[in-house]
């Protein structure tokens, strides 16, 4: 049984900063893609961004240069730092974790970028 939580959302003004984690628990051998998608009212799941396990990164074109995924492997917790967050960020952000196990899924964060 594995479960994945985020942790981190909240509002924040445009321009802002924003930092969200997520921590994978239970049976866990190892981990080879961890990331982040996002779903905005209306849309559809979208990548956000993505890590492997040998550190090669996957961003969408909309967040280059402004998010930046990390991952400490030693506690199973994906980061994702958002910076010049702009209101078209808004969106409910889930966690991805592929494991040999199959693919995994967290409940989700809401990020709110407003003024």
């Known amino acids: 049984q594995v479960q994945l939580v985020e942790f981190g959302g909240g509002s924040v003004q445009p321009g802002g900063s924003l930092r969200v984690s997520c921590v994978a628990f239970g049976s866990i051998l190892s981990i080879n893609t961890m990331g982040w998608y996002r779903q905005a009212t209306g849309k559809e799941r979208e990548l956000v961004a993505t890590l492997t396990s040998a550190g090669f990164t996957n961003y969408a074109d909309s967040v280059k240069g402004r998010f930046t995924i990390s991952r400490d492997n030693a506690k199973n917790t994906v980061y994702l730092q958002m910076n010049s967050l702009k209101p078209e960020d808004t969106a409910v952000y889930y966690c991805?974790?592929?494991?040999?196990?199959?693919?995994?899924w967290g409940k989700g964060t809401l990020v709110t970028v407003s003024s």
């Open positions: 991805y974790a592929q494991m040999w196990a199959g693919d995994y």
